[in-house]
């Protein structure tokens, strides 16, 4: 499986943002899907999951509310909707993917596939 990720950029304190990331090669209507992060000088975090069979998401707490995940063209193309964007959002926001249900959304090691990368920067 191979994951593009898009729609990154530069905007202000309270703006919005989207995401998208789609996977090709295998199909992932079977398993489960997620954006992870890595601020400047910190360590890579999650951020949202999806398990589009089902209709589960997960969030973190720092973005529960504010982002918004969703899953289309069979479960490979994910989605995030990222509102009220803050200066603490500025990071690289990597997708990942597994082919089957993972155990813990917030595990990157449960995760085989990730994409390249597209950074946010959000000025206050």
């Known amino acids: 499986v191979q994951l593009q990720a898009s729609g990154g950029g530069s905007v202000q304190a309270g703006a919005s943002l989207r995401l998208s990331c789609t996977g090709s090669g295998n199909t992932l209507e079977y398993g489960d899907m997620a954006w992870f992060r890595r601020g400047p000088g910190k360590e890579r975090e999650f951020v949202a999951a999806?398990?589009?069979?089902?209709?589960?998401?997960s969030y973190s707490d720092s973005v529960k509310d504010r982002f918004y995940i969703s899953g289309e063209n069979g479960g490979n193309t994910v989605n995030l909707q990222m509102n009220r964007l803050e200066p603490d959002d500025s990071a690289v926001y990597y997708c990942?993917?597994?082919?089957?249900?993972?155990?813990?959304?917030?595990?990157?090691?449960?995760?085989?596939?990730w994409g390249q990368g597209t950074l946010v920067t959000v000025s206050s």
């Open positions: 999806i398990r589009w069979y089902q209709g589960d998401v």
């Open positions: 990942a993917a597994s082919e089957r249900f993972v155990s813990d959304y917030r595990a990157e090691l449960e995760y085989a596939y």
